[in-house]
């Protein structure tokens, strides 16, 4: 024993115990994520019962899907309000369970914890449905009957094919009516904002001859007059497809008998988990996963998709990679290849390297101040003035988060650019300068070509990094809920002033901001788990790319 | 090659090879092109670095306004409107937008003038009875615009400066009124009709107080309470007075707070008196403070809030004093601070209406401006030649009125947009209104605009450092021992594996870590408490145990698991540990902590956030392994094989070999590496920010949260006013936080970049 532990070996072991925890929580930590983000999609089983006093007889049915369990001892137990009978003693332990029951315009409580002690069996009945709806939640409880206009149209057999194809249908309206509102009113009231910036522009205008001017305002008008009629004809067209919309109505029992009307119209899928297939398990899933990454947000981020946030993600990144790219290998190649060697240029590739690990937040604050309030103000001053006092550029934007960004990620890029240069032996350069090359010949025809793979990686390297970094982006461009994407059909198409969402925000935003923490959990995990992939994809191209090019290139630089 | 494309062109019959002139051509074509790209990239690549140089200038160019010392500069002067000979100057205010002022006589008359220029603009004489003689003038805080003057009959009469503004044809037209809050007639504050010496006045939502000093040495108060019939619209005026204990001497000045707890007499022997008038049927006296022993106060006002009495002394002293609370929940006025002290008598102060800034003029005609919170003197220089009578400052802080004996008027641009901050205000103690001693406070939101701002960057500094302490505390051990043995021990093909997993971490984003920290360490570790101490040291322990067991098993079992397996070996074994601590942690939370160790902290005097420094070193320790981990192995990677081999040779065991020359040799690189975690934790953001309760505290409890200046200026940057003193200090911040990274990570790396030499000498 003596001896095993003056060899060191305890050492060597705690050491390899060192890595290995390490290791555990790496893949635990994505392991969880992957768990609580995967099993989100899934139509898990509805379970019913009943809660109440054992001695009093039990009380009021409870139906919902299980979320998770605790185990507490009673003493907390008896804290949290659980009547825990009197035989219990402190030493015991109870177990509870958080239920989400849905319905919160019925109960005003949609996840619920019942303690074990109080619960009957549970039971799955099958034709219990899970109704996800635009407003207030998910709904439980069994489908009754379908009315159209008051009448019934459907009752038992047949009821729950009726009550698809009607969602179907309200669906397909529901999408209509939002591509109106959104393309139709939008590229209308986007027009009348024009006219209306005109219009004060030119009332402003001190130089303009008076006759000109009424000419003009005339024309405005004219132009007004069309627009209102098209929109009129727009509201109408919105008006009938609404009233479509909601033609229909559900009635539906909630688990202990009271009936329950739902516009068919409010809700987005009707599902009857309990009787589903392993299959149409299976389809569910994929279903909702495509939902989740395709749809919009609803209920305060709360429910619905995330593909607001995706796409803001890609668009900000893409834009930034844009400017990034040609200044960072602009730069590494200027530091590496032309700039004279000496300690000022030391200097200048320690500050540089150095500002890779300078906090993010302090670039957020930069670009607050530099980029939104100096420069965005000035393009307002000089460009926008007709629109002031609300601000165009000088306030937080795509543009200005991409800025941001790549400013960023411009240490990371130039570092491995010039890692990619320093590592090509100086005889490639020579021997094209002997053959007599011109500088720029050699760089751009040999040089450049043979660090492709190493700015590849930068390059990668810096998305990676935007794609995951938050704290900035709350200060210069991200906001909890965009009503507009930043690429839309009216012109200019790529609107640079707009605000973005932005997934790692959204995660910030949804987790931790929001008035229900329990509904919007599940949603926080599926986004992180989103995230993390799209980050350890980039992560694995930026690997495979390098050694790819690195292989190609070798042949070359041998 | 390029003379290789050229050939098609020349193949006309003559020579293949080019022409001189298009050789010449060619070669100034290829001169340009490399031109281009030589300054091309000159350019992108200086501008580049300017560009990022420019993070530090634009950080400094918005922090520095927060450190100029305030300007004063003379604009016009003329004789004060309103003021005839004979009279004298009371009073002189200056309206919101800066373009009227007002003078105030003994006579009773307050004359409106235009500041550019001194225009009259209009004047109004105070009703006054008609046999008595002014005797006596206050005002209440500047920004109640009220003042009274008092007679020898024993009235007083109460008036409001009032502007009306209007807009005709979107022009600001701004019109002076004169307004009687109890009416025109005067108020009969002495029955008996003593003369009123000494008038104190305080007006605020709460009711208008005033106190006086009469002919005979009398103090009284007063308060006034006025009910309007909805009826008949006349007004009636409920009055209650109570007379004050007295004290020897005869009084000079008479403060009254806003909420009407607290009455400052100054006398003329250098005290001030203290009195409670929280109760107005019984005053009590609560005591004098003596201001100074050579002289006696010769100004004395409140600041913003009316908690601050700045007195002003004959012997040229400027102190500030306010009440403080001690154990027995007895005021006392303190003594706080002292500012410049001045040459001459004080003659005039005058409060700033928003902040807790002041004017000081003296009889040499020296005009301070100094700030009571950061107890900072940011003026003084001679405005006049003879004593300076009377200062007003706009209410928005840029313009002031100068006036000196001969009734001549100076109208002043002041530029003092950061009074509030100082090195003194931002690192050091300050003594905040209505705390009981100085203290390190960040609470920088507004609660009204009586509001005191404290912007110490103290707690945050401090929480910036608990922050990366506990999570370098976490860090460290596990990436260092971690990097020995994956770099030193681990088997190369498991070494493949076990470093990319790691650092992938690095790439992880931060924000979920820190959701996954506030949303499911948090409330595990407050369920689980016993769990995670048991875990912390549970773990080593078993490690030991399985390690020693392992020695003790038969060879043959024992070589089946190639060296540099350990890793793998120990991993069932944490799992099971780490298992075990959880499923038994509300057992032990029963027998030992009476069913919940949370509650049994708290109980014993241990605050517990649900999301504090512990989670928070957990979550952020994570961001931080593979940081340090990365470059730590290299380090020991790279310690050149033939030392190594050689201490084996010798006959030292591995471990020996590792703690004898691996160890000496990287240790420089590990510390940089360290350095390079330490850096990553003190400016990550979104953790600490979604972990911990973001409550600014000054202590190192592992069990309470903390704010950190990066999570700080996530939380508040975006809801101040841009260029305020507030916004400047977060940027402070951020350039506080620059600059300790950057230094961090530039000694980092010049130790880094020596170590690489070292190597390449060995």
Same mark, same amino acid.
């Given at each position: 024993?003596?001896?095993?532990?003056?060899?060191?070996?305890?050492?060597?072991?705690?050491?390899?115990?060192?890595?290995?925890?390490?290791?555990?929580?790496?893949?635990?930590?994505?392991?969880?994520?992957?768990?609580?983000?995967?099993?989100?999609?899934?139509?898990?089983?509805?379970?019913?019962?009943?809660?109440?006093?054992?001695?009093?007889?039990?009380?009021?049915?409870?139906?919902?899907?299980?979320?998770?369990?605790?185990?507490?001892?009673?003493?907390?137990?008896?804290?949290?309000?659980?009547?825990?009978?009197?035989?219990?003693?402190?030493?015991?332990?109870?177990?509870?369970?958080?239920?989400?029951?849905?319905?919160?315009?019925?109960?005003?409580?949609?996840?619920?914890?019942?303690?074990?002690?109080?619960?009957?069996?549970?039971?799955?009945?099958?034709?219990?449905?899970?109704?996800?709806?635009?407003?207030?939640?998910?709904?439980?409880?069994?489908?009754?009957?379908?009315?159209?206009?008051?009448?019934?149209?459907?009752?038992?057999?047949?009821?729950?094919?009726?009550?698809?194809?009607?969602?179907?249908?309200?669906?397909?309206?529901?999408?209509?009516?939002?591509?109106?509102?959104?393309?139709?009113?939008?590229?209308?009231?986007?027009?009348?904002?024009?006219?209306?910036?005109?219009?004060?522009?030119?009332?402003?205008?001190?130089?303009?001859?008076?006759?000109?001017?009424?000419?003009?305002?005339?024309?405005?008008?004219?132009?007004?007059?069309?627009?209102?009629?098209?929109?009129?004809?727009?509201?109408?067209e919105i008006d009938i497809l609404r009233r479509e919309l909601y033609r229909d109505t559900l009635v539906a029992t909630v688990t202990g008998g009271q009936e329950v009307q739902i516009r068919i119209g409010d809700i987005v899928r009707a599902v009857q988990p309990n009787s589903l297939s392993l299959t149409a398990k299976a389809v569910e899933y994929v279903q909702q996963f495509w939902a989740f990454v395709s749809g919009e947000p609803r209920e305060a981020n709360t429910a619905g998709g995330i593909f607001p946030a995706i796409f803001g993600t890609v668009t900000m990144v893409l834009l930034m990679s844009m400017i990034v790219s040609p200044f960072g290998v602009l730069a590494a190649i200027y530091l590496r290849e032309y700039a004279t060697q000496g300690p000022l240029l030391r200097l200048i590739r320690i500050s540089v390297y150095n500002l890779a690990g300078v906090p993010s937040i302090v670039y957020g604050v930069f670009g607050l101040g530099f980029f939104i309030y100096t420069m965005?103000?000035?393009?307002?001053?000089?460009?926008?003035?007709?629109?002031?006092?609300?601000?165009?550029?000088?306030?937080?934007?795509?543009?200005?988060?991409?800025?941001?960004?790549?400013?960023?990620?411009?240490?990371?890029?130039?570092?491995?650019?010039?890692?990619?240069?320093?590592?090509?032996?100086?005889?490639?350069?020579?021997?094209?300068?002997?053959?007599?090359?011109?500088?720029?010949?050699?760089?751009?025809?040999?040089?450049?070509?043979?660090?492709?793979?190493?700015?590849?990686?930068?390059?990668?390297?810096?998305?990676?990094?935007?794609?995951?970094?938050?704290?900035?982006?709350?200060?210069?461009?991200?906001?909890?809920?965009?009503?507009?994407?930043?690429?839309?059909?009216?012109?200019?198409?790529?609107?640079?002033?707009?605000?973005?969402?932005?997934?790692?925000?959204?995660?910030?935003?949804?987790?931790?901001?929001?008035?229900?923490?329990?509904?919007?959990?599940?949603?926080?995990?599926?986004?992180?788990?989103?995230?993390?992939?799209?980050?350890?994809?980039?992560?694995?191209?930026?690997?495979?790319?390098?050694?790819?090019?690195?292989?190609?290139?070798?042949?070359?630089?041998? | 090659?390029?003379?290789?494309?050229?050939?098609?062109?020349?193949?006309?019959?003559?020579?293949?090879?080019?022409?001189?002139?298009?050789?010449?051509?060619?070669?100034?074509?290829?001169?340009?092109?490399?031109?281009?790209?030589?300054?091309?990239?000159?350019?992108?690549?200086?501008?580049?670095?300017?560009?990022?140089?420019?993070?530090?200038?634009?950080?400094?160019?918005?922090?520095?306004?927060?450190?100029?010392?305030?300007?004063?500069?003379?604009?016009?002067?003329?004789?004060?409107?309103?003021?005839?000979?004979?009279?004298?100057?009371?009073?002189?205010?200056?309206?919101?937008?800066?373009?009227?002022?007002?003078?105030?006589?003994?006579?009773?008359?307050?004359?409106?003038?235009?500041?550019?220029?001194?225009?009259?603009?209009?004047?109004?004489?105070?009703?006054?009875?008609?046999?008595?003689?002014?005797?006596?003038?206050?005002?209440?805080?500047?920004?109640?615009?009220?003042?009274?003057?008092?007679?020898?009959?024993?009235?007083?009469?109460?008036?409001?400066?009032?502007?009306?503004?209007?807009?005709?044809?979107?022009?600001?037209?701004?019109?002076?009124?004169?307004?009687?809050?109890?009416?025109?007639?005067?108020?009969?504050?002495?029955?008996?009709?003593?003369?009123?010496?000494?008038?104190?006045?305080?007006?605020?939502?709460?009711?208008?107080?005033?106190?006086?000093?009469?002919?005979?040495?009398?103090?009284?108060?007063?308060?006034?309470?006025?009910?309007?019939?909805?009826?008949?619209?006349?007004?009636?005026?409920?009055?209650?007075?109570?007379?004050?204990?007295?004290?020897?001497?005869?009084?000079?000045?008479?403060?009254? $707070?806003?909420?009407?707890?607290?009455?400052?007499?100054?006398?003329?022997?250098?005290?001030?008196?203290?009195?409670?008038?929280?109760?107005?049927?019984?005053?009590?006296?609560?005591?004098?403070?003596?201001?100074?022993?050579?002289?006696?106060?010769?100004?004395?006002?409140?600041?913003?809030?009316?908690?601050?009495?700045?007195?002003?002394?004959?012997?040229?002293?400027?102190?500030?004093?306010?009440?403080?609370?001690?154990?027995?929940?007895?005021?006392?006025?303190?003594?706080?601070?002292?500012?410049?002290?001045?040459? +001459?008598?004080?003659?005039?102060?005058?409060?700033?209406?928003?902040?807790?800034?002041?004017?000081?003029?003296?009889?040499?005609?020296?005009?301070?401006?100094?700030?009571?919170?950061?107890?900072? $003197?940011?003026?003084?220089?001679?405005?006049?030649?003879?004593?300076?009578?009377?200062?007003?400052?706009?209410?928005?802080?840029?313009?002031?009125?100068?006036?000196?004996?001969?009734?001549?008027?100076?109208?002043?641009?002041?530029?003092?947009?950061?009074?509030?901050?100082?090195?003194?205000?931002?690192?050091?103690?300050?003594?905040?209104?209505?705390?009981?001693?100085?203290?390190?406070?960040?609470?920088?939101?507004?609660?009204?605009?009586?509001?005191?701002?404290?912007?110490?960057?103290?707690?945050?500094?401090?929480?910036?450092?608990?922050?990366?302490?506990?999570?370098?505390?976490?860090?460290?051990?596990?990436?260092?021992?971690?990097?020995?043995?994956?770099?030193?021990?681990?088997?190369?093909?498991?070494?493949?594996?076990?470093?990319?997993?790691?650092?992938?971490?690095?790439?992880?984003?931060?924000?979920?870590?820190?959701?996954?920290?506030?949303?499911?360490?948090?409330?595990?570790?407050?369920?689980?408490?016993?769990?995670?101490?048991?875990?912390?040291?549970?773990?080593?322990? +078993?490690?030991?145990?399985?390690?020693?067991?392992?020695?003790?098993?038969?060879?043959?079992?024992?070589?089946?698991?190639?060296?540099?397996?350990?890793?793998?070996?120990?991993?069932?074994?944490?799992?099971?540990?780490?298992?075990?601590?959880?499923?038994?942690?509300?057992?032990?939370?029963?027998?030992?902590? $009476?069913?919940?160790?949370?509650?049994?902290?708290?109980?014993?005097?241990?605050?517990?956030?649900?999301?504090?420094?512990?989670?928070?070193?957990?979550?952020?320790?994570?961001?931080?392994?593979?940081?340090?981990?990365?470059?730590?192995?290299?380090?020991?990677?790279?310690?050149?094989?033939?030392?190594?081999?050689?201490?084996?040779?010798?006959?030292?065991?591995?471990?020996?070999?590792?703690?004898?020359?691996?160890?000496?040799? +990287?240790?420089?690189?590990?510390?940089?590496?360290?350095?390079?975690?330490?850096?990553?934790?003190?400016?990550?953001?979104?953790?600490?920010?979604?972990?911990?309760?973001?409550?600014?505290?000054?202590?190192?409890?592992?069990?309470?949260?903390?704010?950190?200046?990066?999570?700080?200026?996530?939380?508040?940057?975006?809801?101040?006013?841009?260029?305020?003193?507030?916004?400047?200090?977060?940027?402070?911040?951020?350039?506080?936080?620059?600059?300790?990274?950057?230094?961090?990570?530039?000694? +980092?790396?010049?130790?880094?970049?020596?170590?690489?030499?070292?190597?390449?000498?060995?």
């Open positions: 024993m003596k001896l095993w532990w003056k060899s060191g070996a305890p050492w060597v072991w705690l050491n390899a115990g060192a890595v290995a925890v390490s290791v555990i929580m790496v893949l635990g930590l994505i392991g969880l994520i992957a768990v609580r983000g995967l099993s989100h999609f899934y139509p898990s089983e509805i379970v019913e019962f009943q809660v109440g006093d054992p001695e009093l007889g039990l009380g009021r049915m409870v139906m919902g899907e299980h979320v998770r369990s605790e185990t507490i001892p009673v003493p907390v137990a008896r804290d949290a309000g659980i009547a825990v009978p009197p035989e219990l003693d402190s030493d015991d332990l109870v177990v509870r369970h958080l239920i989400k029951q849905g319905n919160r315009d019925v109960t005003g409580q949609d996840f619920a914890w019942y303690a074990e002690l109080q619960m009957s069996e549970w039971q799955a009945p099958p034709d219990a449905m899970r109704l996800e709806r635009r407003e207030w939640g998910d709904f439980y409880g069994y489908a009754l009957r379908v009315l159209e206009g008051g009448e019934v149209v459907a009752e038992g057999e047949g009821l729950w094919e009726e009550l698809q194809s009607r969602v179907e249908r309200a669906n397909t309206l529901f999408r209509e009516l939002r591509r109106i509102e959104r393309n139709d009113v939008g590229v209308i009231s986007a027009e009348m904002e024009e006219l209306r910036l005109r219009e004060r522009a030119l009332q402003r205008d001190p130089d303009i001859e008076p006759d000109a001017l009424w000419a003009q305002l005339d024309q405005i008008q004219d132009r007004q007059a069309i627009l209102d009629q098209e929109f009129q004809t727009l509201r109408g965005g103000g000035s393009i307002d001053q000089l460009f926008y003035s007709e629109r002031l006092p609300s601000p165009t550029f000088g306030s937080p934007a795509l543009i200005w988060a991409s800025l941001t960004l790549a400013l960023l990620t411009l240490p990371v890029v130039i570092v491995s650019t010039e890692e990619g240069l320093a590592r090509i032996p100086s005889s490639v350069r020579h021997g094209s300068l002997a053959l007599g090359a011109t500088k720029s010949e050699t760089l751009w025809k040999v040089v450049v070509p043979l660090a492709t793979p190493a700015m590849m990686t930068g390059m990668i390297l810096a998305i990676a990094r935007a794609a995951g970094e938050v704290a900035p982006l709350m200060l210069v461009g991200v906001v909890k809920l965009a009503p507009t994407l930043p690429v839309d059909s009216t012109f200019p198409f790529i609107h640079l002033e707009r605000q973005i969402m932005h997934l790692g925000f959204h995660i910030y935003d949804v987790g931790f901001q929001s008035p229900n923490v329990e509904a919007a959990r599940p949603l926080v995990y599926a986004t992180a788990l989103v995230l993390v992939i799209l980050i350890i994809v980039l992560n694995l191209t930026a690997i495979s790319i390098r050694n790819r090019l690195r292989e190609r290139y070798r042949a070359a630089s041998d | 090659m390029n003379d290789m494309s050229q050939r098609p062109r020349s193949g006309q019959g003559r020579s293949l090879l080019p022409t001189p002139e298009q050789r010449e051509r060619l070669r100034r074509k290829r001169t340009l092109k490399d031109n281009i790209s030589r300054y091309g990239i000159g350019a992108a690549g200086i501008g580049v670095v300017i560009a990022l140089g420019m993070i530090f200038v634009y950080l400094f160019s918005e922090v520095m306004p927060l450190f100029k010392s305030a300007q004063v500069s003379t604009q016009q002067a003329y004789a004060i409107p309103g003021v005839e000979s004979g009279e004298s100057l009371e009073h002189l205010t200056i309206d919101r937008y800066d373009t009227l002022g007002a003078s105030f006589t003994d006579t009773g008359r307050i004359t409106f003038f235009d500041l550019d220029g001194g225009a009259w603009r209009s004047s109004f004489e105070m009703p006054r009875p008609d046999d008595a003689m002014r005797s006596a003038f206050a005002t209440a805080f500047a920004t109640t615009g009220a003042f009274a003057y008092g007679y020898d009959n024993g009235t007083i009469s109460l008036g409001r400066v009032d502007y009306a503004i209007t807009y005709p044809d979107n022009l600001r037209q701004i019109e002076p009124e004169l307004r009687f809050p109890f009416g025109e007639e005067p108020l009969v504050l002495d029955e008996a009709g003593r003369a009123i010496q000494v008038l104190g006045l305080q007006v605020s939502d709460r009711g208008t107080y005033a106190a006086a000093e009469l002919e005979d040495g009398t103090l009284m108060v007063t308060s006034f309470d006025r009910r309007e019939n909805i009826m008949t619209g006349a007004v009636t005026v409920e009055q209650a007075t109570s007379e004050l204990p007295g004290f020897d001497g005869r009084a000079r000045q008479i403060l009254i $707070d806003n909420r009407y707890r607290h009455l400052y007499v100054s006398d003329d022997a250098g005290y001030i008196h203290h009195y409670n008038i929280g109760n107005l049927s019984n005053p009590r006296y609560l005591g004098a403070v003596q201001v100074t022993d050579s002289g006696y106060v010769s100004e004395m006002t409140y600041l913003n809030g009316t908690v601050s009495v700045i007195a002003g002394t004959s012997d040229g002293q400027v102190r500030q004093y306010f009440p403080v609370r001690d154990a027995q929940n007895q005021y006392d006025l303190t003594h706080i601070r002292d500012f410049a002290r001045y040459d +001459a008598p004080i003659t005039h102060i005058a409060p700033e209406h928003m902040r807790r800034g002041f004017l000081v003029g003296d009889e040499l005609g020296n005009l301070g401006i100094h700030h009571a919170t950061a107890g900072a $003197d940011v003026f003084d220089a001679p405005m006049t030649d003879g004593p300076l009578s009377r200062i007003a400052i706009s209410p928005v802080n840029s313009l002031a009125l100068f006036a000196d004996e001969n009734h001549q008027l100076q109208v002043a641009s002041v530029n003092n947009p950061h009074p509030g901050i100082s090195f003194s205000s931002l690192w050091q103690k300050v003594w905040y209104e209505g705390s009981s001693q100085p203290r390190y406070v960040w609470q920088s939101t507004a609660g009204g605009d009586e509001y005191e701002p404290k912007m110490s960057l103290m707690p945050l500094t401090l929480g910036t450092l608990k922050a990366a302490f506990y999570a370098m505390l976490f860090a460290t051990p596990l990436a260092l021992m971690g990097a020995i043995y994956t770099a030193y021990f681990m088997s190369p093909k498991l070494r493949g594996k076990v470093k990319p997993t790691i650092e992938v971490m690095e790439a992880l984003p931060t924000v979920i870590l820190g959701f996954l920290a506030g949303l499911w360490l948090a409330p595990f570790v407050e369920n689980r408490l016993p769990a995670v101490f048991g875990i912390l040291i549970l773990m080593p322990i +078993a490690m030991l145990v399985f390690a020693y067991l392992w020695s003790r098993l038969p060879e043959w079992l024992r070589t089946r698991v190639p060296d540099g397996w350990e890793a793998v070996l120990l991993m069932p074994i944490i799992i099971f540990v780490g298992w075990a601590c959880v499923t038994a942690s509300p057992y032990v939370e029963i027998m030992f902590f $009476d069913g919940s160790m949370r509650q049994w902290l708290t109980d014993n005097g241990f605050t517990y956030d649900q999301r504090n420094a512990l989670v928070v070193g957990i979550a952020m320790g994570f961001a931080v392994i593979p940081t340090i981990f990365s470059i730590a192995e290299d380090a020991v990677f790279n310690v050149p094989k033939h030392l190594t081999q050689g201490s084996l040779a010798l006959g030292a065991t591995r471990w020996q070999t590792v703690v004898g020359v691996v160890l000496p040799t +990287a240790s420089i690189g590990m510390f940089s590496a360290v350095m390079m975690g330490f850096g990553r934790a003190v400016g990550e953001t979104m953790i600490v920010l979604m972990a911990t309760g973001n409550s600014p505290i000054m202590n190192f409890n592992i069990f309470e949260g903390m704010r950190t200046l990066s999570a700080n200026i996530a939380v508040e940057l975006t809801e101040t006013a841009v260029g305020s003193s507030h916004f400047r200090v977060l940027f402070l911040a951020a350039l506080v936080l620059l600059a300790m990274t950057f230094l961090v990570n530039t000694l +980092a790396e010049i130790i880094r970049q020596r170590l690489r030499k070292r190597y390449g000498n060995l």
